[in-house]
């Protein structure tokens, strides 16, 4: 391909070190697509005549159908996946192929067959976060009303409805989608026609190349069109934020599984078991879904750590560009649907979630009841801290203490304060949009399917 100048061979391990088809040749469809779009524009700008071009589009379809079906025979020496689909090229319709790559680089080639790839995996990926937010929207609604310990610090705090702590983390993930919609349109650009670095010298219209690739507009400069890879490092950024909440769903699922919470039961086909313990269930499905975060957030490293520094155009170091990308993509469809599969499968323990709500989670309650009454918040505050230090002291709960107790910290408590010990009060005076009431949740749940919708 390039070996005019050159009089000896390349070295075998420089060879295997700068081969990237072993990994590029995932952009196989992406890089025939782009070159049947160039054959049809440099023969619209009269470079190459119809018949040359009808033989180049046959070759590459032909190349097409081996990628496709399995059979494309691969060569030891095949550099990358762009040399590779020409060489093929060559063989099949022979001389013509050689005119293929007129007034085109691998540089521009490059980064437009990996910002198709990235197109690709941004789609693949907002269907899976889509999968994971349907999960959680059934688990809301088969919730109902029941209750849950809402915890800060990993300490109770006050009482939410199940349904109010489950889409807690459909939101992240909207975002997360938001933000793959956004970074779309920076991917969606095409650099095709920057040839190596200078631009193209043919008469090609980039406009209806980027159209015919269903790309959404042109790069604005060459240098930089060919070495931009923002957009990986974005799509990365993501990847790991996805990540980064499903760790957090994952860590949240993995505690509330286990017996000390028992608030929720894996299924089995989500669960595994151990070699030595025959008791055992492990949540692996949510443990390993929080360790792919890790990965994630590696492959975001990677790429920008490659980037920096780099002078401007093309330098080699980009082809390590696509190991981390294809990795993550790879990692979100993995994890992705095994999350949506563990959480659509896990059962609430009713039972286990009413233990774990304990009348202190109502102190805010009982504040709140003196705040009603004219006694200033940090007054209330400090009333209601004086009977839980009390109530802890006797050794029995709030609720236990007798109205003589409570009135003897503060005489604006009355009989009545009886009724602040209820977890279905506490959620329901919460009618404010977006906080745990029923109402409120009941409107969340409407915004949240509507995000499901096809957009
Ligand atoms: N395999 C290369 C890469 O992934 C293709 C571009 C090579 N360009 C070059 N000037 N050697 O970046």
């Known amino acids: 391909m390039w070996g005019g100048r050159f009089s000896e061979g390349i070295d075998a391990r420089m060879a295997e070190f700068n081969n990237s088809f072993p990994f590029d040749r995932t952009m ?68 013509v192929s050689g005119k293929l790559h007129t007034g085109r680089s691998r540089n521009d080639q490059v980064a ?24 959680i929207v059934d688990q809301a ?28 983390h459909f939101w992240p993930l909207e975002r997360d989608r938001q933000r793959l919609a956004d970074c779309y349109a920076r991917v969606a650009i095409l650099p095709l026609g920057s040839g190596a670095i200078a631009g193209t010298p043919l008469k090609v219209d980039r406009n209806a190349l980027a159209a015919d690739l269903g790309m959404l507009g042109i790069s604005a400069n060459s240098v930089d069109a060919i070495s931009d890879r923002d957009f990986i490092a974005e799509y990365l950024f993501c990847a790991s934020m996805i990540g980064i909440h499903i760790s957090r769903l994952s860590e949240d699922m993995v505690f509330y599984s286990s017996a000390e919470y028992g608030f929720v039961t894996l299924a089995d086909a989500y669960s595994t078991g151990s070699s030595l313990m025959p008791q055992k269930k492990n949540p692996d499905s949510f443990e390993l879904a929080r360790g792919k975060s890790g990965r994630l957030v590696g492959s975001l490293m990677t790429i920008l750590t490659v980037l920096k520094g780099l002078p401007s155009a093309y330098n080699k170091d980009l082809q390590e560009d696509k190991e981390p990308l294809f990795d993550a993509a790879r990692t979100l469809e993995l994890t992705l649907p095994v999350a949506a599969g563990a959480l659509a499968t896990a059962k609430f323990n009713q039972a286990a979630l009413q233990r774990g709500l304990d009348d202190a989670m109502l102190a805010t309650d009982v504040a709140d009841y003196l705040v009603d009454r004219g006694v200033p918040f940090r007054t209330a505050h400090k009333v209601v801290g004086q009977l839980v230090r009390m109530a802890e002291e006797r050794g029995v709960k709030m609720v236990q203490l007798p109205l003589e107790a409570f009135q003897s910290v503060d005489s604006t408590f009355k009989a009545d304060v009886m009724a602040c010990f209820s977890m279905a009060a506490s959620v329901a005076a919460r009618t404010v949009p977006g906080a745990t009431g029923p109402q409120a949740v009941a409107e969340q749940l409407t915004a949240a399917k509507a995000c499901l919708g096809v957009r």
Request: net charge negative.
């Open 28 to 95: 196989w469809a992406e890089d025939i697509s782009g070159s049947m779009a160039w054959a049809r524009q440099i023969c619209a700008a009269g470079v190459i005549t119809a018949a040359e071009r009808d033989e180049l589009l046959r070759g590459l379809q032909a190349v097409y159908d081996e990628f496709a079906s399995g059979a494309f025979p691969a060569k030891t020496d095949d550099e990358d996946i762009h040399s590779a689909v020409e060489r093929r090229l060559g063989e099949i319709v022979g001389g």
């Open 112 to 135: 437009t067959d990996i910002r198709l790839w990235t197109m690709g995996a941004i789609r693949r990926a907002d269907e899976a976060v889509r999968m994971v937010q349907q999960a």
């Open 141 to 168: 609604k088969a919730a109902g009303d029941l209750i849950i310990p809402g915890y800060t610090h990993v300490q109770r705090a006050q009482p939410i409805l199940l349904a109010h702590w489950l889409l807690s």
